[in-house]
């Protein structure tokens, strides 16, 4: 592999990103819903007190800054922000403030995420994602999130992985909530479009200047059967709908998903147009798609092509789809963002070798000329992993889940060494 000598300029930001359910404990919303109905794959797993974040961040900032962190992704939780419709919780604001203050206080940028994956309770039933009045909804909430980020020079996220949400929530039924359907699932997907830009009104409105964007999961594609023109087929068609589809509409004012037999929509919503000051980027790995003659019509697979090995979640290690990534997200003309890289490593042997191989093609890119502008590892600590439960352990600091004490990985040294050097150093050489 390619490994470029050019070195991180002084503004590029390394820091490390976590989001709010995984990490805080003592959540009540609709995944905590969901763990009781049974539907994690382990059914008797509970995220609970997760790893107690809420009452440990400051000795979490202080791991972030150790590794040589200056950003530090969280998300605000919607459900204890608004725990019922229209209520706020003035004592759950005050919170987040003041650990926004703190962190700042700690030589931290703020990138905080409104919405990642979870919602209060209610939403569901009141204002799902596919009725319209989940935009004035969001639109009501990003207000008073708005207020927090006073003074802060925070970098905002207003989604976390929307396809992500869309294709396991609506599409597949598998995560909250729930639906199994095409037609919902596109009509979703134009809403949060819609309630993005209301978010960003609010922001204006509140802020007079705002550096707002999306994290959006980009998988690399391949056909599983290189020869097979229907795999083929599925692979050009693929990419413009999970990659892109979002990041266009944001761009251009135009959301157009074409998967004929899954959801298809193309609709105009000019005030969607420009509405991102940076493209956020989450990239993990690559798929092989397959052709099946029933509904869905798509395999999806992880396959170890090249012999690394899968990593422990079973996921390609396939850091060459992240160049490609990036060079893809050139075309919208705006600085880059990884808000998440990052590998399930359950020894921490791996790690520092991912993360070697994956900033390498971050280097190759700015070589191109994408202008990415920081490196957010995801995650800081080990944490509750979805669906996964307590199985996966993508954390530059490895947590006891029992004592919750957090202890260094191989990797922190690895992450400390680039982002004070600010070059790439072979893992084998500290
Ligand atoms: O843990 C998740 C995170 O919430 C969103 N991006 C992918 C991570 C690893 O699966």
Known sequence: MRTPEETFPTHFTFGVATSAYQVEG?????????ERAGKLKEPHARCGRAVDHWHRYEEDYALAKAVGATAFRISLEWARIEPEQGRFDEAALEAYRERLLKMKAHGLRPVVTLHH????SWFHRETP???????PTFRRYARRCAALLEGLDALVISFNEPMVLLLGGYLQGAIP???ADGALTMRALENMVRAHAAARQELLERLGRVELGISQNMLAFAPDRWWHPLDRALVRLASPAYNHAFHEALATGHLRVNMPGVASTRVAIPEARDSVEFIGVNYYSRAHLRFVPRPPFIEFKYRDTRGRGLTDIGWEDWPEGF???????????????ITENGIDDRTGSRRPHYLHSHLAQVLAARAEGVDVQGYLYWSLLDNFEWLEGWGPRFGLYHVDFDTLERRATPACDYFRAVATQRRLVAPGTL
Do not use: C, M
């Open 26 to 34: 003592g959540i009540e919303n609709d995944w905590a819903e969901w």
């Open 117 to 120: 994956f979870t919602h209060p």
């Open 129 to 135: 994602w596919h009725l319209p009045q989940s935009v």
């Open 177 to 179: 909530p729930g639906i």
């Open 323 to 337: 160049l490609q990534t990036l060079r893809d997200v050139k075309r919208y003309g705006r600085p880059v963002w």
